[in-house]
Nanobody, 128 residues
Framework: QVELVESGGGLVQAGGSLRLSCAGS????????IGWFRQAPGKEREFVTA????????YYADSVKGRFTISRDNAKNTVYLQMNSLKPEDTAVYYC?????????????????????WGQGTQVTVSS
């Protein structure tokens, strides 16, 4: 079982940047695929981006493509989400999630049901 902890959230003005981190416990972290989701009040949790175990394959929702970048450093047991050109509509609680499988399928990675483990989330607020 892997434990995930998000960090790096905060308040930023529109057009600014934040980098979120997802730190995983254990020495098997490199075997997990990692996804990022976000949830605003009253809305369903929505897919943001995902990365496979090696970092070779990445997937992005259209709403963040070109602005957000996912990466991982398995030596540090950490996955990063670099968020640039932030917009007020990016405001949400951001969650990372892990699954011990990988398939080259956007539809697979984008489903909440795909993932077995979830962090507690970190708040991102973008002001205008």
């Amino acid at each position: 079982q892997v434990e995930l902890v998000e960090s790096g959230g905060g308040l930023v003005q529109a057009g600014g940047s934040l980098r979120l981190s997802c730190a995983g416990s254990g020495r098997t972290f490199s075997s997990y695929s990692i996804g990022w989701f976000r949830q605003a009040p009253g809305k369903e949790r929505e897919f943001v981006t995902a990365i496979n175990w090696s970092g070779r394959n990445t997937y992005y929702a259209d709403s963040v493509k070109g602005r957000f970048t996912i990466s991982r450093d398995n030596a540090k047991n950490t996955v990063y989400l670099q968020m640039n050109s932030l917009k007020p509509e990016d405001t949400a609680v951001y969650y990372c999630a892990a699954v011990g499988q990988a398939y080259d399928s956007y539809n697979w990675y984008s489903r909440v049901q795909t993932y077995d483990y979830w962090g507690q989330g970190t708040q991102v607020t973008v002001s205008s």
